[in-house]
């Protein structure tokens, strides 16, 4: 591995290491006793959704029984609802309702007020290092197969 590739590794490494901190902090700032799996499962919803339960556990990184529970209290807030699978009348997807995407919106907006008194004071340069990273970042994870990234590595 070259030099530059495992500076780039290290520089992830750091960057997830460095948002977990974050949603840890705004997380114990805010008294919502809700599981994380909950706010991961409305996310990747809103990101993928329409989705069958199996994945939707992969991507919210819990067992299937879990997923079933956590559907299964969405479901009572209104916050998802099933849809018939057109490739396999037998299965389900789930979808986030307009009720989820509210719920989700005004748990992000509670977390940004949580972290507010860290980044008030952020000059002009580091908001916008800040935007630019979050552009970087949403670009790259929206891409399935990383392979077709020019230079990417196998």
Do not use: C
């Amino acid at each position: 591995m070259s030099e530059d590739t495992n500076d780039l590794k290290n520089l992830l490494g750091e960057l997830v290491s460095s948002a977990h901190r974050v949603t840890r902090l705004a997380a114990t700032a805010t008294d919502d006793s809700r599981s994380p799996a909950v706010w991961r499962t409305l996310s990747a919803l809103r990101a993928y959704g329409p989705i069958r339960l199996g994945d939707l556990a992969r991507l919210s990184r819990v067992t299937q029984p879990t997923m079933t529970k956590i559907v299964r209290g969405l479901d009572d807030l209104d916050w998802i609802k099933r849809i018939v699978d057109v490739d396999d009348k037998r299965a389900w997807l789930i979808a986030v309702t307009p009720k989820g995407d509210a719920a989700l919106d005004g748990w992000r907006d509670t977390l940004a007020a949580a972290l507010l008194p860290y980044f008030h004071d952020l000059p002009s340069e580091d908001r916008a290092a800040l935007r630019r990273s979050i552009e970087i970042l949403d670009e790259r994870a929206s891409v399935s197969d990383p392979s077709v990234l020019e230079g990417a590595i196998a």
